[in-house]
């Protein structure tokens, strides 16, 4: 099992900052890949940022350039540095890993997620 705990969302304004952190836990050495993704109200969760199975980084459309995802492995963190904000980033933030049981499938791990609000 693996298990994901997400923090730092909150409300900050238009063109600001926000640094959101997913500590895990668990079977670590069963995780493949990791990323952040989010839901606003009405719509599709999808993708922010994530790292692949062989270690590169891709970023949704909406956010490349603006957005970092990093991590510190040694405390078993990822991160997701937000700079300039904009109101449509106003979503619920999830963390995700994708970990192999010992069965062998592949199974998707969900954080309980973190709210950001950006005010216009």
């Known amino acids: 099992q693996v298990q994901l705990v997400e923090s730092g969302g909150g409300l900050v304004q238009t063109g600001g900052s926000l640094r959101l952190s997913c500590v895990a836990s668990?079977?670590?050495?069963?995780?493949?890949?990791m990323g952040w993704y989010r839901q606003a109200p009405g719509k599709k969760r999808e993708l922010v940022a994530a790292f692949t199975s062989g270690g590169s980084t891709n970023y949704g459309g909406s956010v490349k350039g603006r957005f970092t995802i990093s991590r510190d492995n040694a405390n078993n963190t990822m991160y997701l540095q937000m700079n300039s904000l904009k109101p449509e980033d106003t979503a619920v933030y999830y963390c995700?890993?994708?970990?192999?049981?010992?069965?062998?499938?592949?199974?998707?791990?969900w954080g309980q997620g973190t709210q950001v609000v950006v005010s216009s």
């Open positions: 668990g079977n670590i050495k069963s995780i493949k890949a």
């Open positions: 995700n890993a994708d970990w192999v049981h010992s069965d062998y499938r592949v199974i998707g791990s």
